[in-house]
């Protein structure tokens, strides 16, 4: 490992640390236990650590709050070929998320595409001796190659949404656990596959098959001999004719980070319903039960709960399914700066799980008033909708952009979303700030 490797390796651990808890990171990576405890930490090993780490004396450290992580190593913390600007909200196992203004293009470039494991990267990706394994409640078990899969079933393209569960999840109050998503973990690139459907078709699935259950190749990093994560879906959603088996990404080979060389693709659920590096779908005459579906793991609680209110696994009887409608502003980006009086084009995107957005509106006076959006119809279903709307400020100053998305079930985004422990399902308005000079 050379010195650069070196130093994102030390600055990625260093940001998953402050991220989780930063009071705590801030007294075991550099002594100081409280704001005032700086005579000790500039005089120090403490101050002498940040300072090599970040290659340059720090002016102003007596005035550096507690519990703060350099935004250059922050910038750091992210290093991966054929990935750009994504920001890492942890390394063991790898997860980070897109900024906002990175997801301009209407179809997510691979480049820019988040990243969420619950493991490693499996080392052995080789597509020519990777196979897919169909058994359980079938009546003619399949084990395909994926050059089989290209020549017995039609190959199929889509624009296909795929978010993270706890996308939102930072903007909780209280604070729960779990990676602090803000709005970037989600993404809409062009999918190629085969439709699971048709490979169900040949493998003559039996009448008591109700669910899914998926396994990869990423193994859990506590212990090898489990899978890191084993969700499924019912078996109808199984046989959507959107939900594929995909082997490229944006007309190429998938991303090793986003689940090369085959994983599944299922659309305006729960993003870690699409398995990564898949190897196998069986199907139960059950509710799959393997790791990410049992107590609170991608479930929901059965009543509202009081923010912070401490309850029992008992009540998370609702599994995560469709995603809730919401939209995201892409351009311009937070904190730019625009002309009094000349028209400003916002514009971003807007997806609602399995219904279709009908509305778009935003609002430059913090909600008291709302302009409507140009919305498009999706490329095809569970793809994201494009919106934009020209806006002039009247007077120099600090404004918020507002977003607000209403789905066809007449479903609206709200300023705050109900809270809940696990961080899921946060759908809040999408919020940008504007200096308006």
Not at 117 to 146: A, F, M, Q
Not at 158 to 179: D, S, W
Not at 252 to 275: C, D, E, K, M, Y
């Amino acid at each position: 490992m050379n010195d650069n490797d070196h130093k994102s390796q030390v600055s990625s651990e260093l940001f998953q640390k402050f991220a989780e808890d930063p009071v705590k990171a801030d007294l075991e990576v550099f002594g100081r236990v409280t704001n005032e405890d700086r005579r000790g930490f500039l005089k120090g090993a403490g101050l002498a650590t940040m300072t090599a780490m970040l290659g340059a004396a720090i002016p102003f450290a007596d005035k550096m709050p507690f519990g703060l992580i350099p935004v250059a190593l922050a910038e750091e913390a992210l290093k991966i070929d054929g990935k750009e600007g994504l920001i890492s909200l942890g390394d063991k196992p790898l997860n980070a998320e897109t900024p906002a203004y990175l997801l301009n293009d209407d179809i997510t470039p691979t480049k820019y595409h988040f990243i969420r494991n619950h493991s490693t990267v499996p080392e052995d990706l080789n597509p020519d001796t990777w196979t897919l394994t169909i058994d359980g409640e079938v009546e003619n078990p399949l084990k395909l190659t994926i050059a089989e899969l290209k020549k017995q079933f039609k190959t199929v393209s889509e624009q296909l949404v795929i978010e993270c569960g706890g996308n939102g999840r930072a903007f909780f109050n209280p604070q729960v656990k779990g990676n602090q998503w803000t709005v970037g973990a989600v993404g809409c690139a062009k999918w190629t596959g085969v439709r699971l459907a048709d490979i169900l078709k040949v493998a003559k699935v039996k009448k008591s098959a109700i669910y899914t259950a998926h396994y990869g190749a990423d193994m859990d990093l506590a212990d090898p001999t489990k899978f890191a994560v084993s969700r499924g879906i019912p078996i109808d959603k199984a046989l959507d004719p959107h939900t594929l088996v995909a082997f490229m990404m944006n007309d190429a080979p998938i991303h090793p980070q986003n689940g090369a060389p085959l994983r599944l693709v299922v659309p305006g659920w729960v993003g870690s319903t699409s398995h990564k590096w898949l190897k196998r779908i069986q199907l139960r005459d059950v509710v799959h039960d393997g790791k990410g579906m049992t107590k609170r793991s991608y479930r929901m609680p059965n009543r509202p709960l009081e923010p912070g209110e401490e309850v029992g696994d008992e009540i998370f009887t609702k599994i995560i399914t469709s995603m809730p409608v919401k939209s995201l502003i892409t351009a311009p980006a937070s904190r730019h700066q625009v002309t009094v009086g000349k028209p400003v084009e916002i514009r971003g995107h807007a997806w609602a799980g399995e219904n279709e957005v009908k509305e778009m509106m935003v609002s430059i006076d913090f909600g008291a008033s709302w302009i409507k959006a140009k919305l498009t119809k999706p490329a095809n279903r569970f793809a994201w909708q494009h919106w934009s709307v020209a806006v002039t400020f009247p007077v120099a100053g600090y404004y918020e952009v507002w977003a607000r998305a209403t789905d066809s079930k007449d479903n609206t985004q709200p300023f705050a979303v109900a809270w809940n422990p696990n961080g899921y399902l946060g759908n809040a308005m999408h919020r940008i700030a504007l200096r308006v000079a």
